[in-house]
């Protein structure tokens, strides 16, 4: 898989998470009485989001570190793999309950987010994301890295964790029919997103993903 279609990859799961999170915030301010879970899971979106960022930078200031270090690909591509599945659920999740949200009188909209609003897969939801943010930070410790021994020991002390995030990823697979890629560096062909043309065009750099990338940040304030 190209470095920029990585880069792509996760812009496409960080804007996920960032416009849930905008939304969520958006009905937080409108409805004072809403449901605590939805300012919880804003929260640790706006998390999952900024981490997610982190790795962003980071690939967009050494696009060939998996090249570089290759014996991180493994716990990179299950990480990212699992941000990817869960950001397919959550996007699906928020298109339903969202459909219809500020429509029609305050007390209708309301109404029928209460509806829509399931706590038992919002905690889940959540309890996945903290799960994944465990992962996340482990990520962002090997890209920092220099040393491939260090690399190498650090994997194998988290060999565990992430395989019990590989489990769950698949878990999530079957129990929320999500459709998602195998693996984060099979998403060239599979959901396609507005950002694939820059991966798709030879003459985008880092600096013009990176660039946009900063737009869509900025522009949803959270």
């Not at 190209?2 to 409108?30: E, G, M, Q």
């Not at 996945?128 to 410790?141: M, R």
């Not at 190498?152 to 590989?166: D, P």
């Amino acid at each position: 898989m190209h470095p920029l279609s990585i880069t792509t990859a996760v812009f496409r799961i960080t804007t996920t998470c960032i416009t849930a999170a905008k939304k969520l915030n958006d009905i937080r301010n409108a409805w004072k009485r809403a449901p605590v879970t939805v300012a919880s899971l804003c929260s640790q979106l706006k998390l999952t989001g900024a981490s997610l960022s982190q790795i962003q930078n980071l690939l967009l200031s050494d696009a060939d570190v998996l090249q570089k270090k290759p014996t991180l690909i493994e716990a990179f591509d299950t990480t990212l793999t699992s941000c990817l599945v869960l950001s397919t659920w959550l996007e699906k999740y928020m298109q339903k309950i969202t459909r219809g949200v500020f429509g029609g009188s305050k007390i209708t909209w309301k109404m029928k987010f209460k509806t829509l609003w399931n706590e038992e897969e919002v905690g889940q939801l959540l309890e996945q994301l903290h799960k994944q943010q465990g992962a996340i930070s482990v990520l962002l410790g090997l890209l920092q890295m220099d040393s491939l021994s260090e690399i190498k020991n650090h994997v194998h002390r988290h060999e565990r964790y992430l395989r019990e995030i590989f489990r769950n990823t698949q878990h999530l697979r079957k129990a929320h029919s999500i459709e998602a890629p195998e693996s984060i560096f099979g998403t060239d062909e599979a959901n396609g997103s507005i950002f694939s043309k820059f991966a798709e065009d030879p003459h985008t750099d880092d600096r013009s993903l990176e660039d946009c990338f900063e737009s869509v940040v900025l522009g949803s304030k959270v």
